[in-house]
């Protein structure tokens, strides 16, 4: 019984600690530059606003669902969506400073923005396409620090729960 009771602990900690592992699925902004794209998901012909905060020099932004765009130090840019952009997909975004490289996720929405009566790539408004929920502004990136702070912690827990399991079982021995 006792080793059923410390499998189980143990397949636990180890369930705990590959679930909160960050994965490289995640696009992350490993420089020291504030990256950003704005709205992070947007209709196909929307306008997304991108921004380098910290760059001491010009931003260079690619990605394959909009033109080449360059931000000035510590500015902001607007770039257009491809009226062709997939919904649903997700479209890497990347930012050059210096030679440093950021990656963020551009999601395009099911719906598709609509143009005004005067330009055909000119947006103003876009098309319903449900509650945009994001992420709140509460996330803006991993950060190393965080990320060993989280990993102790889950640890932490793990260790806590064997010494605690041993010593229950320790204390009912006949």
Request: aromatic share 6%.
């Amino acid at each position: 019984m006792r080793a059923i009771r410390a499998a189980s602990a143990a397949l636990l900690g180890a369930a705990a600690l590959a679930l909160t592992a960050p994965t490289s699925a995640f696009a992350v902004n490993n420089t020291p530059y504030d990256f950003a794209v704005t709205p992070s998901t947007v209709a196909a012909g929307g306008r997304v606003t991108l921004t380098a905060g910290g760059c001491p020099s010009t931003t260079t932004v690619t990605s394959g669902v909009f033109d080449t765009v360059t931000i000035p130090q510590n500015g902001a840019a607007t770039a257009v969506v491809d009226w062709d952009a997939r919904p649903g997909a997700v479209y890497s975004v990347q930012f050059n400073c210096i030679g440093r490289i950021g990656t963020l996720d551009l999601t395009i929405s099911g719906g598709t923005a609509t143009p005004t009566a005067g330009s055909t790539r000119s947006v103003t408004t876009v098309a319903p396409s449900g509650v945009r929920g994001g992420t709140g502004g509460s996330f803006k990136g991993m950060n190393t620090a965080e990320i060993a702070a989280g990993g102790a912690l889950v640890a932490a827990a793990a260790t806590a729960t064997v010494f605690v399991v041993r010593r229950r079982s320790a204390d009912r021995r006949h």
